[in-house]
């Protein structure tokens, strides 16, 4: 079975602060995702990476950085959290040329 | 721009009754079209991936059919345990290798 692992369910940070989101997968899959997903609005692209070091901007990027420095690792990053990012974060993998994503658990992230 | 609505927004069935849920979209070019189930506060748990009109795949209580332009899923004599959120997406050919997401139909089923 494919596993996604997320460092944290839940995290309560500050205004500001840098705040770093852990994803880790064990199938030796390509591509990496980060999605967030608030009430209403579905989830929503933020980065996805196809190979290590490699990275491309999703529909909503502002205020996030990623980073892939090895295959099975992808982080992303809140430089200055704002209230406005709290949410659920989802991270997910998937093969290339088999395009069924598979999710972590996710971290519901609260900026205070 | 990949778009995907679903509906309704909520269903509540009682134990037993068989209904359908709807998934609208528009892609250029049909890559592949994903179901998944979402239970509260978890992530979301692959179900389906249908590639072409008149494909049908099945899971226990679940059928996922597909036309060139949505399709359903099928929940025969639904019991408690299949109350969740049910998620729809598309995947285009063209450009990136994301998913494109609707918003999801919150399914409750009443014992």
């Known amino acids: 079975d494919v596993k996604v692992t997320q460092s944290s369910r839940y995290l309560v940070k500050r205004t500001g602060e840098k705040v770093f989101l852990e994803c880790v997968q064990d199938?030796?899959?390509?591509?990496m995702f980060w999605y967030r997903q608030d009430p209403g609005l579905g989830l929503r692209l933020i980065y996805f990476?196809?190979?290590?070091?490699?990275?491309e901007k999703g529909d909503i990027p502002e205020g996030y950085s990623v980073s892939r420095e090895k295959k099975e690792r992808f982080s992303l990053i809140l430089e200055s959290a704002s209230t406005n990012q709290t949410s659920m974060y989802l991270c997910?993998?998937?093969?290339?040329?088999?395009?069924?994503?598979?999710f972590g658990p996710g971290t519901r992230l609260t900026v205070l | 721009e990949d778009q995907v609505t679903q509906s309704p927004e909520a269903l509540r069935l009682q134990e037993g009754e068989s209904s359908s849920l709807n998934c609208s979209y528009t892609?250029?070019?049909?890559?592949?079209l994903f179901w998944y189930r979402q239970d509260p506060g978890k992530g979301p748990e692959f179900l389906f991936t249908?590639?072409?009109a008149g494909e049908e795949k099945e899971k226990e209580r679940l059928k996922a059919t597909l036309t060139k332009k949505e399709s359903f899923l099928h929940i025969t004599a639904p019991k408690p345990e299949d109350s969740a959120t049910y998620l729809c997406?598309?995947?285009?050919?063209?450009?990136?290798?994301?998913?494109?997401f609707g918003s999801g139909t919150r399914l409750q089923v009443q014992p």
């Open positions: 249908l590639y072409s």
């Open positions: 892609v250029s070019g049909l890559r592949g």
């Open positions: 997910a993998s998937s093969r290339t040329g088999r395009d069924t994503q598979y």
């Open positions: 997406a598309v995947q285009a050919w063209t450009g990136r290798r994301a998913l494109t």
């Open positions: 990476s196809y190979d290590v070091k490699m990275k």
């Open positions: 199938m030796d899959h390509e591509n």
